[in-house]
């Protein structure tokens, strides 16, 4: 079993600088820390971790709650952070408060209780504005301005896109299926008028469903079929959905309905979740950038961490992937 020793030797470094490096002492050069956690990965050190709690005040564990884990986008995001915060030499403890308030308290609680160096939260709907203004542990918000440090992402922009991309293929009678209120922290909606108004059209339809999103619920197939009982399925000749999900459900309506994708009618989703790469057609998605999402959330946090307390919000572009359901081009 490898000793700091070992580890010091095969890095260059005295045993001194192992044990900083290990108890995350903030004044270690950036290319020193990464040296040696290489070494401790190479040589499977396993260090004291309880002596180095008493010795550091560091637990050398990260804090994650998710809203939802049932959300693909989390879930792959998860693993993202999980993987970012184990090159760094910490450990992470996931959360899910399955869009629970109580559950959300009880997370972050819980966190408190196993004395988490820092936490990262994607926090349920409109934040819980007194439990995070309270917290006095080092946390980076996710998509929402919560505290000293977050990292947003601009729906909006992926609504934009997803307008001038049916534009370009001349599909210019427009719906949308999703979530209306700024209420759920969603600006695809605005984002995709945005967009075909700087192309000189307007939304043909919208179609609201504000309840959220999973692979058991059966809402947005159930809003998207009662409207085509009623309406021209093809009078509408692409839509976009808030998630990759409802875009499913939508393609599946359109087909039960005799409809072709996207031959007739063109498909967007959000999220680019694995669903959207392996359904028939593929599906193209709205992607959130989710290595450089956490790349970012795990450096903020431990900036923070190390005494960092300014305010710093990181802003991300999303990007459409475009695939086999919105392929064909048509005359306008």
């Known amino acids: 079993m490898a000793t700091m020793e070992d580890v010091a030797k095969a890095a260059k ?7 900083r490096v290990l108890s995350n002492y903030p004044s270690i050069k950036p290319e020193t820390r990464q040296q040696v956690m290489y070494w401790v990965r ?6 004291n971790q309880v002596a180095q709690n008493l010795a550091g005040h560091h637990t050398n564990l990260i804090g994650v709650l998710f809203s939802d884990l049932s959300n693909p986008l989390y879930a792959a995001l998860s693993t993202a952070i999980i993987r970012e915060a184990e090159r760094e030499g910490y450990s992470v403890i996931v959360g899910d408060a399955q869009r629970e308030r109580a559950r959300e308290v009880n997370i972050i609680n819980s966190f408190k209780r ?5 936490i990262i939260v994607r926090a349920i709907g409109r934040p819980n504005e007194k439990l995070y203004k309270e917290l006095s542990i080092p946390m980076v918000s996710l998509y929402k301005v919560i505290g000293h440090k977050n990292i947003i992402i601009s729906s909006e922009e992926g609504g934009a896109q997803v307008a001038r991309h049916f534009y370009g293929t001349g599909r210019v009678r427009v719906g949308y299926l999703g979530p209306t ?4 922290g969603n600006d695809k909606l605005a984002g995709l008028q945005a967009g075909l108004d700087s192309c000189g059209l307007q939304i043909e339809r919208i179609l609201p469903c504000n309840q959220h999103e999973t692979a058991e619920n059966q809402k947005a197939y159930q809003i998207f079929t009662e409207y ?14 808030h998630s990759d999900i409802a875009a499913s459900d939508i393609i599946r309506a359109l087909m039960e309905h005799g409809v072709q994708v996207p031959q007739e009618v063109s498909v967007c989703g959000y999220n680019d979740t694995l669903l959207a790469r392996k359904m028939i057609p593929s599906l193209t998605s709205v ?3 989710v290595d450089e999402m956490a790349r970012n959330a795990i450096a903020l946090l431990l900036k923070e961490i190390r005494g960092d307390d300014g305010t710093e919000n990181v802003y991300l572009a999303p990007h459409l ?7 064909v081009k048509i005359d306008k």
């Open 228 to 241: 085509l009982q009623e309406n021209d399925p093809r009078a509408v000749n692409a839509w976009f959905a």
């Open 321 to 327: 992937l475009i695939r086999e359901s919105s392929l």
């Open 13 to 19: 470094v005295s045993r001194a600088t192992v044990s």
């Open 42 to 47: 190479e040589l499977h050190y396993e260090p």
């Open 114 to 118: 196993r004395k988490v160096d820092g």
């Open 287 to 289: 992607a959130s950038p």
């Open 181 to 184: 209120s700024a209420l759920y």
